[in-house]
């Protein structure tokens, strides 16, 4: 497809400042880093290349094996951030940590393979593309020995993608890919940085049609630690969809809180259900227990999902529900009494009880953010 790179004339030494930056996002990937390592300075000699491990404080003292590594000591670096989470903010700020003029981005776990990067590197230096993508989905690109399910959530995936990327993109997932800086610095200021897709990320938030090309590689088996694709990315994932939407006019947290609410009261109504219907407790009574129930349950959710970047755990887990129903006793108080009132009133009883859903909602939200999850949101 194209001749690679073309070698420079004067020699590479330690010195030479660096050309190209590999950013590489990890989280426990002790065991992995010195193979990737080695597998760079194989393919990339002669040029004069830079890589920046950014670690998220990984227990397994991932970040302290990057630091210890013996070989190419003046390309290796390690960014290490404490009490942080994200591989989209981790592959941001890594390329913001460099000076290069090309910045690829890849796992760190050896699934990408780095045969390609002097192709990509070809690419962009020849000024034909300002991005180049590591692709599964082109010919001579596979994912290998996926099973049937992985391969079907991520064809779905991959539809979704095209809702952000351009149809021509054939992998719009992947999270291989290099780009010359002036993208970055176009798109820098307007990427959602929500979980794990920084491509799709960079081509909603450039504003223009980005010139690309994609380069075939074979996604490779894991050999030691772990996938972190939760099925919580799923849910990253469809927050990030949403923020490049419609983020413009609604924060995505409040829809996060929203959706969160609106199952509290499916589990509000169903408690209410069998409390009052069912056991015969007394309406308000009923209401009191249900709002209790649905209180706990906003507040589990919204840890696991709306304030994943900042989730408590632990005691901490503890506390900040005493904070929380601190903080939304007030709302309460507000949801029981408006439904009594209306209640009082003669209102249906799920109608009353809406009534008062919505009265407390408008203030746990406003509350919560400030006193519950308030710690910055992205430093
Ligand atoms: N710093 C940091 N912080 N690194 C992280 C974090 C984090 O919170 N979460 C994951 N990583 C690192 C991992 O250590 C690994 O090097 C890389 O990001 C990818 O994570 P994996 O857990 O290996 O993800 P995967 O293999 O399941 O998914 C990859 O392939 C997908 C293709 O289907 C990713 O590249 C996805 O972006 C890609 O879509
Ligand atoms: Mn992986």
């Given at each position: 497809?194209?001749?690679?790179?073309?070698?420079?004339?004067?020699?590479?030494?330690?010195?030479?400042?660096?050309?190209?930056?590999?950013?590489?996002?990890?989280?426990?990937?002790?065991?992995?880093?010195?193979?990737?390592?080695?597998?760079?300075?194989?393919?990339?000699?002669?040029?004069?290349?830079?890589?920046?491990?950014?670690?998220?404080?990984?227990?397994?003292?991932?970040?302290?094996?990057?630091?210890?590594?013996?070989?190419?000591?003046?390309?290796?670096?390690?960014?290490?951030?404490?009490?942080?989470?994200?591989?989209?903010?981790?592959?941001?700020?890594?390329?913001?940590?460099?000076?290069?003029?090309?910045?690829?981005?890849?796992?760190?776990?050896?699934?990408?393979?780095?045969?390609?990067?002097?192709?990509?590197?070809?690419?962009?230096?020849?000024?034909?593309?300002?991005?180049?993508?590591?692709?599964?989905?082109?010919?001579?690109?596979?994912?290998?020995?996926?099973?049937?399910?992985?391969?079907?959530?991520?064809?779905?995936?991959?539809?979704?993608?095209?809702?952000?990327?351009?149809?021509?993109?054939?992998?719009?997932?992947?999270?291989?890919?290099?780009?010359?800086?002036?993208?970055?610095?176009?798109?820098?200021?307007?990427?959602?940085?929500?979980?794990?897709?920084?491509?799709?990320?960079?081509?909603?938030?450039?504003?223009?049609?980005?010139?690309?090309?994609?380069?075939?590689?074979?996604?490779?088996?894991?050999?030691?630690?772990?996938?972190?694709?939760?099925?919580?990315?799923?849910?990253?994932?469809?927050?990030?969809?949403?923020?490049?939407?419609?983020?413009?006019?609604?924060?995505?947290?409040?829809?996060?809180?929203?959706?969160?609410?609106?199952?509290?009261?499916?589990?509000?109504?169903?408690?209410?259900?069998?409390?009052?219907?069912?056991?015969?407790?007394?309406?308000?009574?009923?209401?009191?227990?249900?709002?209790?129930?649905?209180?706990?349950?906003?507040?589990?959710?919204?840890?696991?999902?709306?304030?994943?970047?900042?989730r408590r755990r632990g005691l901490h887990w503890l506390t900040g529900?005493?904070?929380?129903?601190?903080?939304?006793?007030?709302?309460?108080?507000?949801?029981?009494?408006?439904?009594?009132?209306?209640?009082?009133?003669?209102?249906?009883?799920?109608?009353?009880?809406?009534?008062?859903?919505?009265?407390?909602?408008?203030?746990?939200?406003?509350?919560?953010?400030?006193?519950?999850?308030?710690?910055?949101?992205?430093?």
């Amino acid at each position: 497809m194209n001749a690679g790179p073309v070698r420079v004339a004067h020699p590479i030494d330690e010195n030479s400042a660096p050309e190209l930056c590999i950013v590489v996002p990890v989280f426990n990937e002790r065991d992995n880093v010195r193979a990737l390592v080695m597998e760079l300075a194989a393919v990339l000699d002669g040029l004069a290349w830079e890589v920046i491990f950014v670690d998220d404080d990984s227990p397994d003292g991932t970040a302290q094996a990057v630091r210890e590594l013996d070989l190419y000591r003046a390309r290796v670096r390690c960014l290490q951030r404490i009490g942080r989470r994200g591989l989209s903010t981790a592959c941001t700020e890594g390329m913001l940590a460099s000076s290069a003029p090309f910045l690829a981005v890849m796992d760190g776990d050896l699934q990408h393979d780095p045969k390609i990067l002097p192709a990509m590197l070809g690419l962009l230096r020849g000024g034909e593309v300002e991005l180049a993508v590591g692709s599964r989905y082109v010919e001579g690109g596979s994912t290998a020995d996926w099973n049937s399910r992985r391969r079907a959530v991520s064809r779905l995936a991959t539809r979704l993608g095209h809702v952000l990327a351009p149809d021509e993109l054939r992998d719009p997932m992947s999270g291989f890919f290099m780009l010359r800086r002036s993208l970055l610095e176009q798109s820098v200021r307007n990427l959602s940085s929500l979980g794990f897709k920084i491509l799709l990320d960079i081509f909603a938030s450039c504003g223009r049609p980005i010139v690309f090309r994609e380069v075939p590689y074979v996604f490779r088996t894991r050999r030691a630690g772990v996938s972190k694709l939760d099925s919580l990315v799923a849910w990253e994932y469809l927050m990030l969809l949403a923020d490049k939407l419609v983020g413009r006019w609604v924060p995505v947290r409040f829809i996060a809180f929203a959706a969160v609410g609106a199952a509290g009261v499916a589990v509000h109504l169903s408690v209410l259900n069998v409390s009052y219907r069912a056991l015969g407790a007394a309406f308000v009574t009923a209401q009191g227990i249900a709002t209790g129930v649905s209180i706990v349950f906003n507040y589990a959710l919204n840890n696991l999902l709306t304030y994943r970047d900042k989730r408590r755990r632990g005691l901490h887990w503890l506390t900040g529900l005493v904070s929380f129903v601190a903080a939304c006793s007030i709302g309460a108080v507000a949801n029981v009494s408006v439904a009594a009132y209306l209640f009082d009133r003669h209102l249906p009883w799920v109608i009353a009880a809406l009534g008062g859903i919505t009265a407390g909602a408008v203030w746990n939200y406003a509350i919560s953010s400030v006193y519950t999850w308030n710690s910055p949101k992205r430093s």
